[in-house]
């Protein structure tokens, strides 16, 4: 197992080393003082530990190209700006690590980090990420309205919302709701058509329901984490709409945000 860890401050870098040995005497550790190595289709390693903002060729751009170049690799960034933390999920981080560090918590994302790079080598990624994609895609929501009942692909639910006593399914893709004439509206922005579908029901129901793509992100919201075009910590965009992020909600947010985009990534 080979482990790079990539700062551009040389006690970062020792004091990751020493708590990675701590955990494994078997792990092949890189220091890298830059990210230059990094750009190369020649680097290679199981798990990479990344500053993102370094002088020269940052953090982020480094790992576009580990990705760009077909590399695997579990990553783990590390950063001293929460407000970071966001960039990290297009390139399907693992975790993220903030400064100062708490090394019982570090010691703990070491651990996992090399059980995943361990079931990375052992299984066919790709087979894997396609066969829940294909199942999660099947997965509908039934409802009733008009004394109709009407299957709804979980996966097309932009967001919810509590609206006048009911709940507003805002929807992608209209083809493929079975909607009697009447019963759902259109929305037209400048980037997508909007369908919302409204019906009776409690919102904790249908939050057990969608599963861990979905984050309560308000009292009166639940979000698909793949719709975020754009975020804050006071307000995330989906689908052209400026939903609220409620006070207290932003951390768990982040970390929701990530084990989905580490899901999408199969990391």
């Known amino acids: 197992m080979k482990l790079a860890i990539c700062d551009d401050e040389q006690y970062i870098r020792e004091y990751i080393a020493d708590c990675v040995r701590s955990v494994s005497s078997d792990v092949e550790i890189e220091l890298l003082s830059d990210a230059e190595k990094i750009m190369s289709p020649d680097f290679d390693a199981d798990i990479l ?133 009447g019963d759902y509206s259109l929305k037209s922005g400048s980037e997508n058509t909007e369908e919302q579908i409204s019906y009776y029901g409690r919102m904790s129901d249908l939050e057990k329901i969608v599963g861990a793509d979905f984050f309560r992100i308000h009292r009166a919201y639940l979000i698909n984490l793949k719709y975020i075009k754009s975020y804050d910590s006071k307000h995330v965009e989906i689908m052209g709409n400026d939903i609220p992020v409620a006070r207290g909600k932003y951390q768990e947010l982040v970390k929701a945000f990530l084990s989905y985009r580490t899901r999408q990534e199969g990391l």
Not at 58 to 78: C, H, P, Q, S, Y
Not at 163 to 178: E, G, P, Q, S
């Open 49 to 181: 530990f990344l500053d993102i903002q370094m002088p020269g060729t940052d953090g982020m751009k480094a790992a576009r190209a580990l990705r760009e170049n077909g590399k695997k690799t579990v990553l783990i960034f590390v950063t001293a700006l929460e407000e970071l933390v966001f960039d990290a999920f297009e390139v399907g981080a693992f975790r993220y690590i903030l400064k100062p560090f708490d090394r019982k918590k570090l010691v703990g994302i070491i651990e996992k980090s090399l059980i995943q790079a361990a079931k990375l080598k052992d299984r066919d990624n790709g087979a894997a990420i396609y066969d829940r994609k294909q199942l999660e895609s099947k997965k509908t929501l039934n409802i009733k309205f008009g004394g109709l009942n009407t299957n709804v692909e979980i996966s097309d639910i932009a967001f919810a919302e509590i609206f006048d006593r009911m709940i507003v399914l805002h929807m992608d893709k209209k083809d493929r709701l079975a909607i009697p004439d």
